[in-house]
């Protein structure tokens, strides 16, 4: 038995989690499980995280948690629920396995299988924002060397143990040499360890052009979290059609979380035609996260026997592609009626028989340090860059009697004097 954590979550939510939770137990997933709220209702109660005091003490214990989607109320400082348990429970990768389903399911983009390995808690999502002078702000992005090293070492071991053979990294490298460039050089840095993957850095744009020109390419992608952010929700949507196909996993050192990539569609909620396939394939991959490799497999074959058959839920359901429209319930009950059955050309999708690492010694590296000045930024109307550097001279010696030099003045990174 594993010890599972469940939020069944709003609008579709509850939905896809009982028939997910209904597959899993007819391919015999031994699972312990434990209910917590989390979304609306707890937003509700005037607390701002929508996830209750309670919830935050079961999941300290619990680190496996499988989430239903969930509501933000628009305004009134509420934050998403994913966003703060990724953040409080130190999820750094979000991982997204992008497949197309090429012929059973329409796509321009039949050969991707691409793996999105975003990082999570970095870069700009801090939210931490300036105001530097009254006419221009500034946010700030962060890159640091523990938080690069986890990400893309993990990148590596999952690609090595779900037998991927190539790891590409996206940047701007060239832009942002110092936070971009970062990221690159640790990701060259890490691949050495890995001599038997392939790996390249591509720049973001050209990456992502030759992502979608030439899908066969790529195998497993390990990006910053914006530009992941943006890429694993345009790729998931055009390989599949649906954001209801695709299931993640949300990696931390001591938890891990596994949701669908959609959100609670509060416009079809209730209605029984949400696909549960995203939460489904989310299931698989909790399974093999918690070893249960067998009852993944079966659930897995048994999910691409069903979309094989043309058995599809209203979002990808097409006139001489699909055989039966289906509910979501029936597409659930379809699912276990093939439980024990193979795809008959759909691949059945290789799934680890090893667990992926998730926790990495860290051993900060040995640099010497010199100071080698500060920036000021100033809110400066009254004249040139010239009148303002002459004024500089007049400052007062630093504590060690060293003078001042004016090295440089730039505005918005172009040197004006
Ligand atoms: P959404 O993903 O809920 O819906 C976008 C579109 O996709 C809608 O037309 C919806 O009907 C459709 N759709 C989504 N899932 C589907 C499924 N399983 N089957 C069929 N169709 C599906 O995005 P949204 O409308 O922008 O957001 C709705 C709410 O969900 C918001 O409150 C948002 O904050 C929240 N949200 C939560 C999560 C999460 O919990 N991880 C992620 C994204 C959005």
């Not at 003490?57 to 628009?74: D, H, R």
């Not at 053979?165 to 996206?170: D, G, I, L």
Request: proline letters at 5%; charged letters at 20%.
């Amino acid at each position: 038995m594993s010890a599972i954590t469940i939020a069944r979550g709003d609008g579709i939510g509850p939905e896809i989690m009982q028939v997910t939770l209904d597959v899993l137990a007819a391919a015999g997933a031994q699972l312990d499980i434990s209910e917590v709220e989390m979304g609306e209702a707890v937003y509700q109660q005037g607390e701002p995280t929508g996830i209750s005091e309670a919830a935050w003490e079961l999941l300290a214990n619990s680190p496996v948690l499988l989430k239903g989607p969930t509501s933000t109320p628009q305004g009134g400082g509420f934050t998403s629920v994913s966003l703060q348990l990724r953040k409080q429970l130190g999820l750094y990768a979000s991982v997204r396995p992008c497949v197309s389903y090429f012929p059973y399911v329409h796509t321009r983009y039949a050969a991707m299988d691409v793996v999105i390995i975003r990082e999570n808690e970095e870069d700009i999502y801090g939210g931490v924002e300036y105001r530097q002078t009254t006419d221009v702000v500034q946010s700030i992005k962060w890159v640091s060397r523990p938080a690069c090293e986890k990400i893309i070492r993990y990148a590596f071991e999952y690609a090595r143990r779900h037998g991927r053979r190539k790891v590409s990294a996206f940047t701007k490298d060239r832009i942002m040499e110092f936070t971009d460039g970062f990221f690159r050089e640790i990701f060259l840095e890490i691949a050495q360890d890995y001599p038997e993957l392939v790996y390249e850095h591509q720049s973001l744009d050209i990456g992502t052009a030759r992502l979608t020109s030439h899908p066969d390419k790529f195998d497993v992608i390990v990006i910053p979290n914006l530009y992941g952010d943006i890429l694993s929700d345009l790729v998931a949507q055009i390989t599949t059609g649906s954001v209801g196909l695709t299931g993640s996993a949300n990696v931390g050192d001591g938890c891990v979380m596994f949701e669908a990539i959609h959100g609670s569609a509060p416009n079809i909620a209730g209605e029984d035609i949400a696909n549960p396939s995203g939460l489904i394939l989310a299931g698989v991959m909790m399974l093999v996260h918690l070893q249960q490799i067998e009852v993944a497999e079966k659930l897995k074959n048994a999910w691409l026997t069903t979309l094989e058959e043309g058995l599809h839920t209203a979002d990808i359901f097409r006139e001489g592609l699909s055989f039966q429209k289906l509910g979501t319930r029936e597409f659930g009950q379809a699912v276990i009626e093939r439980l024990g059955r193979k795809p008959r050309h759909l691949s059945p999708v290789y799934l680890s028989k090893q667990p992926t690492p998730t926790a990495f010694a860290y051993r900060r590296p040995d640099i010497e340090r010199e100071l080698m000045g500060v920036d000021v930024f100033l809110d400066w109307t009254q004249g040139s860059p010239e009148m303002l550097a002459k004024r500089l001279p007049t400052l007062e010696p630093t504590e060690t009697g060293e003078a001042w030099t004016l090295e440089m003045i730039s505005n918005l990174g172009v040197v004006v004097w």
